[in-house]
């Protein structure tokens, strides 16, 4: 199939002060004190995204940027408008996008808030994850609750209006009680987005090592669960529609950057660590600063061959369902190059996913329930995956030659 050029942009800054303790992303931590503007080593790498951006080939103007981490306010006004800058010189920045940057609340000034604005950041994400003082320090954030309520009240001052409060459930001593106080919180600041995550423990992370000492006490499955339904209940009575499993936004706040993401997009990656999809082709960089260098400067391995009709498939169903749309068949069948036919008919293990009230088909949609669905999204999309390992199979629908794919 044919695919559109890439209209959106993520570039990796991996810079933290420090790592926290739940974190399995490719970071490199500075230290407390430690000055992005002034740092020898931040400099070095954007000096290794320009060279990696300016030989991109061109492409049409991007409509969304995100700029994640790491700590990306590590970097000072200056530093973020040279980015973009150098962004808009390679592929342009179209008329109203939507520029995403993460936000670390204690990174937060005035001025420092301001000079993002000035630079062209027009959205923020805010790492707030708890309101509790004991609690973020248990998991190894540097910031406060105050830091938080300061952070989003100079984000109203600045004019930066659109922002969004990342909160993490299922964290080590969190209870019923604390999770209820942390939504109030959360509430009373009047967000007009809010991404919800569940605690994940990666290996290699120090809650991993702890939980394999024993040293961990985490909620149990079935309380997280129930924070998880509570906290969408109350995000959806305060005006807060969940648009996706994970985020929640008031009307015309949405993230636009994540759709392309859920909706089987291209986009470029650019940095350490970051993925990319152009052309039907996935690009991974390597998660190491020496690594990244050396695959900047010698041959760039790490593309992966494009994608079967199967494995797109199954990727945009596993993206596409965790929007509260869901996917639709036939636009499926048709971005995979297969005949609609093939996914009319859902296997006796979806159908039973739908007479449980977790999934709702209807017509050609498939979308999963709220909250039922979404609570058991994983027991679904599991499903859906052995839906389409069975399409696929020997003698499964896909081989089945009397359909003819559409040309």
């Not at 003082?133 to 938080?148: P, T, V």
């Not at 390597?286 to 050396?294: I, L």
């Amino acid at each position: 199939m044919a695919f559109s050029p890439p209209r959106s942009a993520y570039v990796h800054i991996p810079f933290c002060h420090r790592r926290c303790f739940y974190c399995d992303f490719p970071v490199v931590p500075l230290g407390d004190r430690v000055d992005g503007a002034t740092s020898h080593s931040v400099a070095q790498y954007l000096g290794w995204l320009e060279e990696e951006i300016g030989t991109s080939p061109p492409g049409p103007p991007l409509s969304t940027l995100y700029i994640g981490g790491g700590t990306p306010s590590l970097l000072s006004a200056a530093q973020t408008a040279w980015l973009l800058a150098l962004l808009n010189h390679q592929f342009g920045l179209a008329p109203g996008a939507e520029i995403t940057m993460e936000l670390d609340p204690a990174d937060a000034s005035a001025e420092r808030l301001e000079g993002y604005r000035t630079a062209g950041v027009n959205r923020v994400s805010l790492g707030a994850q708890s309101f509790d003082n004991a609690l973020l320090a248990a998991i190894g954030r540097r910031h406060s609750r105050q830091d938080i309520e300061t952070a989003v009240a100079l984000l109203r001052a600045t004019g930066l209006s659109r922002w969004s409060l990342d909160l993490i459930s299922g964290l080590p001593e969190l209870t019923p009680a604390l999770w209820e106080a942390t939504l109030d919180q959360a509430l009373s600041l009047a967000p007009p987005h809010v991404s919800l995550y569940d605690l994940t423990l990666g290996g290699g992370t120090v809650f991993d090592r702890w939980l394999e000492q024993g040293r961990l006490c985490l909620p149990p499955e079935t309380t997280s669960a129930a924070m998880l339904d509570r906290a969408a209940q109350r995000l959806e009575a305060a005006g807060l529609r969940r648009y996706e499993i994970s985020s929640f936004a008031r009307p015309d706040h949405a993230c636009r950057h994540n759709r392309v993401y859920w909706g089987g997009g291209q986009w470029w990656g650019f940095g350490m660590g970051a993925a990319s999809s152009v052309a039907g082709q996935r690009l991974t960089r390597p998660r190491t600063r020496a690594g990244y260098q050396a695959w900047l400067h010698g041959p760039r391995h790490g593309v992966h061959p494009p994608a079967s009709a199967k494995e797109r498939l199954e990727d945009l169903l596993i993206t596409g369902l965790r929007r509260s749309e869901g996917v639709n068949c036939r636009q499926l069948a048709q971005q995979c190059s297969l005949p609609p036919e093939i996914l009319m008919t859902l296997s006796p293990r979806l159908e039973r996913n739908c007479a449980q009230g977790l999934l709702c088909c209807e017509g050609p949609c498939l979308r999963l329930s709220q909250p039922q669905g979404f609570r058991l999204s994983n027991q679904v999309l599991a499903d859906c995956l052995l839906w389409v390992e069975e399409l696929f199979a020997p003698g499964g629908a896909a081989h089945d030659t009397s359909l003819v794919a559409p040309v």
